[in-house]
Nanobody, 122 residues
Framework: QVQLVESGGGLVQAGGSLRLSCAAS????????MGWFRQAPGKEREFVAI????????VYADSVKGRFTISRDNAKYMVYLHMNSLKPEDTAVYYC???????????????WGQGTQVTVSS
């Protein structure tokens, strides 16, 4: 089992940047596919990005392509989400997740962090 804790959220203006961090404990994450999800007020959880175990393959949701970058440092038990050119519609609670899986085209995960709030003002 792995425990995940997100940090780095906050309030930024549209067009700004932010880096979210996910610290893992309990066991190493080098055997887990990792990712990020987000949930905006009144909306369902949304897939954001996924990264494979070695960090050399990534997939992004269309809504964040070209703006967000997911990365990982297995030796430090860390996963990151670099967010650039932020828009008000990016406002959400962002969740780190471990051991992602896809069923009928929908992403889910076995382990979740508690989330960190990102608010983008216009």
């Amino acid at each position: 089992q792995v425990q995940l804790v997100e940090s780095g959220g906050g309030l930024v203006q549209a067009g700004g940047s932010l880096r979210l961090s996910c610290a893992a404990s309990g066991r190493t994450i080098d055997s887990y596919v990792m990712g990020w999800f987000r949930q905006a007020p009144g909306k369902e959880r949304e897939f954001v990005a996924i990264i494979n175990t070695s960090g050399d393959n990534v997939v992004y949701a269309d809504s964040v392509k070209g703006r967000f970058t997911i990365s990982r440092d297995n030796a430090k038990y860390m996963v990151y989400l670099h967010m650039n050119s932020l828009k008000p519609e990016d406002t959400a609670v962002y969740y780190c997740a471990a051991r992602l899986k896809q069923t009928a085209g929908i992403w889910s995960a076995d382990y979740w962090g508690q989330g960190t709030q990102v608010t983008v003002s216009s």
